[in-house]
């Protein structure tokens, strides 16, 4: 499994390219707004292939979704956020980059 098999929206792919070729062991790396992992498991994937190791890359997410109706559909569909935040979980450790990931869980709701 790969950062294409997760669901999301991330289509940012060259920036993030940009970022992890940039990026040295000095660096902490922080994606905020994580919902199931795509960017931030392509980022971790990209670092892997360029052999970069950041001091630390970090997951910041109240894993609540927002309040559009798409997030709040897809949250009741699988049963709330502690099951999104376990595909999250999941997707990560699928993908090989647990390894490089802290998370954050921020339960603050603007």
């Known amino acids: 499994m790969n950062s294409s098999d997760v669901d999301g929206f991330f289509n940012f792919h060259d920036f993030y390219d940009s970022i992890a070729k940039k990026s040295n062991e000095n660096h902490i790396l922080i994606e905020v707004g994580c919902w199931l992992g795509a960017s931030i498991i392509y980022l971790c994937e990209r670092l892997k292939l360029y052999n970069i190791k950041p001091k630390q890359v970090v997951a910041v997410d109240t894993w ?43 339960q603050i709701k603007l």
């Open 64 to 106: 609540l979704g927002s309040d559009e109706i798409g997030h709040k559909q897809y949250l009741q569909s699988i049963g709330g956020s502690e099951a999104l935040f376990n595909k999250f979980i999941n997707n990560i450790k699928l993908c090989k980059v647990d390894d490089l990931i802290t998370i954050l869980v921020n």
